[in-house]
């Protein structure tokens, strides 16, 4: 479950890649068209939300592209295309559009994920914590309404929920890695703890470690081309630490029990484990 466009492959492009290409049913559910993003192709720049207002149906193309890429064929829209509009970031006049996600009616969104539960069945969902990983309005968003989903449907609920996460360990290695550097997302900050994000590694549950997926993950990168310009950071980071860097990802486990793991503090390498797979 992602907010707009372009999330599904930063966050979790490894984890979806290796799960599909192992058999499992993947299903995407992004909740908007991300029409206020910025545009990083100056050919398409007149598709801005304040000019031509024609970014989110270009980026349903590179949503497909990148699923083909990560091998997702089930991708679809919160309420279906264009249903909820991307609410910029906080605190900007687009959070008061009339179809903003932020300004959403919680049960009636939480009811169209209901009916995906209910038809895919999902074990496992994955979503953001509270603050939406990095408080992005959307991202916070589409926490609340996985949520409620989880509460309102019944038995077609998952087994367990996990949110996206950073350990503090991997993202004190990454300021190292970048410190210095020209397109440093670390620029200003001296010192983890002043990040809104990096959880103790002590309560990550998850790593998923998809590194024969850091291939797929980069192309499906690619192809949100609008969104990510050859230039940014997540390519020097492949570039320098590549598929290490790009293909693991974390989780925590806010719902159901954990299953068996490894390490010292017990990180599952597998999001079904311990799931009761039925007929
Ligand atoms: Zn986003």
């Given at each position: 479950?992602?907010?707009?466009?372009?999330?599904?492959?930063?966050?979790?492009?490894?984890?979806?890649?290796?799960?599909?290409?192992e058999g499992a049913n993947v299903t995407l559910v992004t909740c908007t068209l991300g029409e206020e993003?910025?545009?990083?192709?100056?050919?398409?720049?007149?598709?801005?939300?304040?000019?031509?207002?024609?970014?989110g149906g270009f980026r349903v193309s590179e949503l497909t592209v990148a699923c083909r890429a990560l091998g997702v064929s089930d991708v679809r829209f919160l309420g279906g295309a264009g249903r909820y509009r991307d609410s910029g970031m906080m605190d900007t006049p687009a959070n008061n559009h009339?179809?903003?996600?932020?300004?959403?009616?919680?049960?009636?969104?939480?009811?169209?994920?209901?009916?995906?539960?209910?038809?895919v069945r999902p074990q496992v969902v994955v979503t953001y914590d509270e603050i939406g990983f990095y408080g992005h309005p959307d991202h916070i968003q589409a926490h609340r309404v996985t949520m409620r989903a989880c509460e309102l449907a019944g038995d077609a609920a998952p087994q367990k929920v996990y949110w996206t996460a950073v350990p503090r360990s991997v993202m004190e290695a990454g300021m190292a890695e970048f410190s210095g550097s020209t397109d440093n997302p670390f620029?200003?900050?001296?010192?983890?703890?002043?990040l809104p994000f990096g959880t103790p590694d002590e309560l990550i549950a998850a790593r998923i470690d998809a590194t024969p997926y850091a291939e797929e993950k980069m192309a499906a990168l690619r192809a949100h081309a609008t969104q990510v310009p050859p230039t940014s950071w997540m390519f020097t980071l492949a570039a320098g630490s590549g598929s290490d860097m790009m293909g693991v990802e974390f989780y925590t486990l806010p719902v159901g029990e954990k299953g068996p793991g490894v390490g010292p503090y017990g990180w599952e390498n597998d999001l079904f484990a311990g799931v009761t797979l039925s007929e």
């Amino acid at each position: 479950m992602h907010a707009h466009p372009d999330d599904e492959t930063i966050g979790t492009g490894a984890t979806m890649a290796r799960y599909a290409a192992e058999g499992a049913n993947v299903t995407l559910v992004t909740c908007t068209l991300g029409e206020e993003g910025e545009i990083h192709v100056p050919e398409l720049a007149g598709l801005i939300a304040a000019e031509a207002d024609q970014l989110g149906g270009f980026r349903v193309s590179e949503l497909t592209v990148a699923c083909r890429a990560l091998g997702v064929s089930d991708v679809r829209f919160l309420g279906g295309a264009g249903r909820y509009r991307d609410s910029g970031m906080m605190d900007t006049p687009a959070n008061n559009h009339p179809r903003a996600f932020w300004g959403a009616d919680l049960d009636e969104a939480a009811g169209h994920l209901v009916k995906v539960f209910e038809e895919v069945r999902p074990q496992v969902v994955v979503t953001y914590d509270e603050i939406g990983f990095y408080g992005h309005p959307d991202h916070i968003q589409a926490h609340r309404v996985t949520m409620r989903a989880c509460e309102l449907a019944g038995d077609a609920a998952p087994q367990k929920v996990y949110w996206t996460a950073v350990p503090r360990s991997v993202m004190e290695a990454g300021m190292a890695e970048f410190s210095g550097s020209t397109d440093n997302p670390f620029s200003g900050v001296e010192n983890v703890d002043d990040l809104p994000f990096g959880t103790p590694d002590e309560l990550i549950a998850a790593r998923i470690d998809a590194t024969p997926y850091a291939e797929e993950k980069m192309a499906a990168l690619r192809a949100h081309a609008t969104q990510v310009p050859p230039t940014s950071w997540m390519f020097t980071l492949a570039a320098g630490s590549g598929s290490d860097m790009m293909g693991v990802e974390f989780y925590t486990l806010p719902v159901g029990e954990k299953g068996p793991g490894v390490g010292p503090y017990g990180w599952e390498n597998d999001l079904f484990a311990g799931v009761t797979l039925s007929e």
